[in-house]
């Protein structure tokens, strides 16, 4: 007789797998991301949207929201079923109450030798010559210093937890000032204009604005972070077997089947300019990442800092 249950729970839970795989999910597919700057990058999306709506047989919306902040909120009110974030961003879902059905399935794989493709540049003005960056706990409360945006990876994330292995726990109480320039480009001009006497900004708008400005550079670079992973591709679980499938199938060759379609979101982050494909990847795609760039404790206290917007 124990046998006949057992036996029964197992048949029940085989057909409920078999139901999840080849029912077909019957609401519009929601593709979603973030916007950064003036770009809500929905223009970006379309052409992938229009290869998932080929591969998976839905109709699929595209969707921007204001902030990462926004986007993770649309998450916990299971509005969105696939989403682009920011590696910040995936470690605030990560610690967000009513995201737990959202997980990553790809993203963006770097070029065979890619370098500085997404990193933390920390800028002075071209004159400052005498400060070091592993000494700046000593001077912090004369600093002026401008982070990017909250959402930011590069821009707010991984300085803050850099500064935290240097002594600089809490950026807000240790520096003279913290400010959010709101973009890469505005937190260097914050410094060049002599609003600011530090920031930290990604790499690649760093190395733009000198290649622009050349000699007549106004500031310099005081210090540069080892390399970013890119944030990943999540979807909701909600979503049948078959359609995830479609889904992670449709991402691993879209730079073979459709090569504008994949430069259409590529160039939606600036960041994944030196990238060729996606790939895909599990949770644990990130663990490396966190146990170099800082302690355990440091990583969860600027977590929590943010965590909510």
């Given amino acids: 007789m124990l046998k006949l249950k057992f036996f029964l729970l197992f048949l029940s839970f085989a057909q409920l797998a078999i139901a999840r795989q080849f029912t077909s999910d019957s609401k519009t597919l929601v593709l979603a991301t973030y916007q ?21 047989g839905l109709e699929v919306l595209v969707k921007s929201y204001p902030t990462v902040f926004a986007l993770i909120e649309a998450m916990q009110k299971k509005a969105v079923d696939v989403a682009l974030i920011s590696t910040f961003g995936y470690f605030l879902m990560e610690g967000s109450i009513g995201t737990s059905h959202m997980r990553p399935v790809a993203t963006f794989k770097m070029a065979t030798g890619a370098i500085n493709s997404y990193k933390t540049a920390f800028v002075v003005p071209a004159g400052e010559t005498s400060l070091n960056f592993n000494q700046i706990s000593e001077t912090a409360s004369n600093l002026r210093m401008a982070f990017v945006a909250k959402g930011s990876t590069s821009g707010n994330l991984v300085p803050r937890l850099l500064f935290s292995g240097i002594g600089i726990q809490d950026a807000e109480k240790q520096f003279k000032t913290v400010e959010y320039a709101g973009t890469h480009r505005a937190a260097i001009e914050q410094v060049a204009s002599g609003n600011a006497d530090l920031a930290a900004m990604g790499s690649v708008s760093f190395e733009e604005y000198q290649k622009k400005s050349g000699n007549e550079s106004k500031v310099r670079l005081l210090q540069m972070s080892d390399e970013i992973p890119l944030g990943p591709v999540v979807v909701s679980e909600a979503l049948s077997l078959s359609t995830i499938d479609a889904i992670e199938t449709e991402l691993i060759h879209l730079h073979l089947k459709s090569p504008a379609a994949f430069l259409s979101v ?44």
């Fill in 36 to 56: 950064y700057a003036d770009n809500p990058r929905v223009e970006n999306l379309k052409p992938l949207a229009e290869r998932l709506k080929n591969s998976t």
């Fill in 266 to 309: 590529r160039n939606a982050w600036s960041e994944a300019m030196q990238s060729t494909q996606f790939v895909l990847i599990k949770s644990h795609f990130y663990d490396d990442f966190k146990a170099k760039i800082g302690s355990a404790s440091d990583f969860l206290r600027v977590l929590r800092q943010f965590v909510g917007g």
